[in-house]
């Protein structure tokens, strides 16, 4: 079955700062990934994904991931932060259903705080 | 387009009691989600709906609880004799087209007493 391992649960940065938060999966074949936020009290909001191709892909908000198949990894950077930016962040893969759906497993989260 | 909207956003019950959640997925979305989050965890994938067919039901929806999308547009979540347990964020999604990415509403925040 696949998982998702997010291993800071709490990460604080500066306002300005460059962050990165780390995303592990485990998944048999190509995984579809993806990273959402959520505000505190709201759903949760798309930045990016992965299906294939570029291994770099950009998002919304001025952040972009890299997947990494050696490392099974797809971390989430930010060059610069903004103190909007202070939420919790998910990393989820996902799993093709029957139909077509897509089947999201979510890590833990890690909650960003940003100190202006 | 109005977003995916859930109703209501706070629910309060009594232990034992029946409640109904409703999600009013995006237009002519024709796939719909539905997530259980607790505090502190990622959302976990309870089930899934390809217009008014349900095609997956994860093992976390006990015999208590009940979904239904009857004519492929909005669905509704039931869960009946709620215990202390189901206290959580229910989350609704949709989507349209194949591997498509899911969009989410703001949740029901349901607590039992």
């Known amino acids: 079955a696949q998982s998702v391992t997010q291993p800071d649960i709490h990460i604080t940065v500066s306002e300005g700062a460059s962050l990165e938060l780390r995303c592990n999966y485990s998944?048999?074949?190509?995984?579809?990934l993806f990273w959402y936020v959520q505000s505190p009290g709201q759903g949760l909001q798309l930045l990016l994904k992965y299906f294939s191709g570029d291994t770099l892909v950009q998002g919304i908000k001025g952040f972009e991931a890299e997947f990494k198949r050696s490392q099974s990894s797809f971390n989430l950077r930010k060059p610069s932060v903004h103190w909007s930016d202070a939420a919790e962040y998910f990393c989820?893969?996902?799993?093709?259903?029957?139909?077509?759906?897509?089947?999201?497993?979510f890590g833990t989260g890690t909650q960003l705080k940003v100190e202006l | 387009d109005t977003g995916v909207s859930q109703n209501p956003r706070h629910k309060i019950t009594k232990r034992g009691q029946n409640v109904t959640f409703r999600c009013d997925p995006i237009?002519?979305?024709?796939?719909l989600y539905w997530y259980r989050q607790t505090l502190g965890q990622g959302p976990e994938f309870l089930t899934y709906?390809?217009?008014?067919?349900?095609?997956?039901k994860s093992r976390l929806l006990s015999d208590r609880f009940s979904a239904e999308r009857p004519k492929g547009s909005f669905s509704t979540l039931e869960i009946q004799r709620t215990e202390q347990g189901d206290s959580a964020m229910y989350l609704c999604?949709?989507?349209?087209?194949?591997?498509?990415?899911?969009?989410f509403g703001q949740g029901t925040r349901l607590t039992v007493v």
């Open positions: 998944y048999g074949a190509t995984p579809y």
């Open positions: 999604a949709s989507s349209l087209g194949d591997r498509a990415e899911a969009f």
């Open positions: 237009s002519e979305h024709n796939r």
């Open positions: 709906f390809q217009n008014e067919a349900q095609l997956e």
């Open positions: 989820a893969v996902g799993l093709i259903l029957t139909g077509g759906g897509n089947k999201l497993t």
